[in-house]
């Protein structure tokens, strides 16, 4: 088998020699084991935590550990009764052509339901991220404006068309005039602003002109210094990601002293601004599937997927995924 390893930690911007290609003979199958022949692999902002060795909500992968990663697998081989040969399967193997596995952290997929590669993005962790964060936290209203930063990518386009489901006016910012059009003209998004542009602010002020009721917060950067001025009164920010800082080491920051200024915005503005990771809603999933399951085949929610062939295209693609080069959810195709 083939599988991609972390050969050395990154400082700042990783490049393709943090990564290693190895190949590994596949072993027997113990009772109760099936090995995992991967077809999908998704390729997810996260990983770039996972390469340094610093305090997080997970644990790094270590020197010459194999890329973490969510992936949909066939069953090649089992001798585990819950599984035949040909089941398709949701886990987590990773950079990896074939895994062996238990059972216990797969997920049965039905290729008739959806598209298998589905279950790695609009109906998978990356649609439920969009879910949970606008439901527990954002909680558009008709009527509110709601901003969202990498709006055409695979949280940031939910998150909109979600919004604009609970009734929101909702302004995406994006990289570059195909991803703006593309949020505007087939997502149906209310206005879209290239966050290249020189005059970006006084873009997204007018394209805001009561303000900004809730923030999906994707980026972090020059994105969140031109939406922190325009928050309204008891605006809600779901904190997310923050894509643009994950090359800094975790003490890195911008110069001056903000947090004065933030915080007394947060206090004078009655603000609500609350970070959260996806898995601390789980249960609600059973309601994700349901819902998101309604939206897609009444046409009111749509995808892009953004597929690249070979397992060893990985970690180029990855290093595009940080500078914004993936135009969709990001999966590797590793076999057909
Ligand atoms: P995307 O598909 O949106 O891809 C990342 C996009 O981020 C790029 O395409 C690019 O879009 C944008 N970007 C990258 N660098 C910068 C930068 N310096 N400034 C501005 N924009 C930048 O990825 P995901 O949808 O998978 O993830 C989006 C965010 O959600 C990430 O921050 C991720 O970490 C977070 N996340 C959080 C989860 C949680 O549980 N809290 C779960 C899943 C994701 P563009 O070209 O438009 O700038």
Known sequence: STRIVLASRPSGTPTAANFRLEQEPVRDLAEGEVLLEILYLSLDPYMRGRMDDAKSYAKPVDIGGVMEGGTVARIARSRNTAFNPGDIVLSHSGWQSHAISDGTALRKLDPEAAPITTALGILGMTGFTAYAGLRNIGKPKAGETLVVAAASGAVGSAVGQMAKIFGA?????????????????????????????????????????????????????????????????????????????????????????????????????????????????????????????????????????????????APEAFLGLLEGRNFGKLIVRVAS
């Not at 290249?196 to 006084?202: N, Y």
């Not at 009721?213 to 969140?224: I, S």
């Not at 008891?234 to 080491?249: D, Q, S, T």
Request: overall charge negative; proline content about 6%.
């Open 169 to 313: 006016r909702v302004v995406g910012i994006a990289g570059g005039p195909e991803k703006c059009d593309y949020i505007r003209k087939k997502l149906g998004f209310d206005a879209a602003i290239d966050h290249h542009s020189s005059d970006f602010p006084a873009q997204l002020a007018d394209a805001c002109p009561k303000g900004i009721d809730v923030y999906f917060e994707n980026v972090g950067g020059h994105v969140w210094s031109a939406v922190f001025p325009l928050l309204n009164d008891f605006a809600r920010v779901p904190v997310c990601g923050l894509i643009a800082h994950y090359n800094e080491g975790p003490s890195a920051s911008s110069g001056q002293d903000q947090l004065p200024t933030a915080m007394r915005a947060i206090l004078r503005k009655s603000l609500t601004i609350r970070g959260f990771i996806q898995r601390e809603f789980t249960d609600q999933r059973p309601d994700f599937y349901r819902e998101a399951g309604t939206w897609i085949s009444d046409g009111r929610l749509k995808y892009k997927e953004d597929i690249v062939d070979g397992l060893e295209n």
